[in-house]
């Protein structure tokens, strides 16, 4: 059974850069198709990108293009995501989640989550 | 983008009473379309996909129901368990989108 377990909240400057571990265990990263979702406190789910296996490739939501960065360490089975240019709006819970098998060629549905990460983003 | 539009955004039931949740989709989604149930402090956790498939392990109680546009989420008889908010998600087409949720309080 995979699980999915989460680096501790950080606190940045309006600016600055953040990056978000994500660590896999009961399955290896390089089958699995991680993506990245936040939540600002008392809001919604925000889909912000993860791997398309249709296309093995990573997509971004076209809001974060530009600031957000997805990578995958197999070696340490580690998934990990970097926004950059923080800014107020940016404060949130980070979590990853799995999209089912890259060899499935098809993205599944979000099944296994991580614990969540949050976030702070303050002068 | 595929816009999700849920509603009602709060519903106010007892325990015992059936909740229904709506979810509109600003243009066809398929049947791919899934729920998720988030508690306070919690990761989501998946309800349904493709529109009707209980996912592991999730009570009965718990259906879903729609194509195309239109989606419903029904809960038959809530339970003190079930008092938390609702997303819906479609993954017909990229970029993947939320809804914007429905709580689920006690009255």
């Known amino acids: 059974q995979v699980q999915l377990e989460q680096s501790g909240a950080e606190v940045k400057k309006p600016g600055a850069s953040v990056k978000v571990s994500c660590k896999v265990s009961?399955?290896?990263?390089?089958?699995?198709?991680i993506h990245w979702v936040r939540q600002a406190p008392g809001k919604g789910l925000e889909w912000m990108g993860g791997f398309d296996p249709e296309d093995t490739k990573t997509i971004y939501a076209q809001k974060f293009q530009g600031r957000v960065t997805m990578t995958e360490d197999t070696s340490t089975d580690t998934a990990y995501m970097e926004l950059t240019s923080l800014r107020s709006e940016d404060a949130a819970v980070y979590f990853c989640t799995t999209g089912g098998y890259k060899w499935e060629y098809i993205l599944n549905w979000f099944d296994t989550w991580g614990q969540g990460t949050l976030v702070t983003v303050s002068s | 983008e595929i816009v999700l539009t849920q509603s009602p955004s709060t519903l106010s039931l007892s325990p015992g009473e059936r909740a229904t949740l709506s979810c509109r989709a600003s243009?066809?989604?398929?049947?791919?379309v899934a729920w998720y149930q988030q508690k306070r402090g919690q990761a989501p956790r998946l309800l349904i996909s493709h529109a009707f498939t209980r996912a592991t392990g999730v009570p009965a109680r718990f259906s879903g129901n729609g194509s195309e546009t239109d989606f419903t989420l029904t809960i038959s008889s809530l339970q003190p368990d079930d008092f938390a908010v609702y997303y819906c998600?479609?993954?017909?087409?990229?970029?993947?989108?939320f809804g914007g949720g429905t709580k689920v309080e006690i009255k």
């Open positions: 009961g399955n290896t990263l390089s089958e699995l198709s």
């Open positions: 998600q479609q993954r017909f087409a990229w970029p993947l989108t």
């Open positions: 243009q066809s989604a398929g049947n791919l």
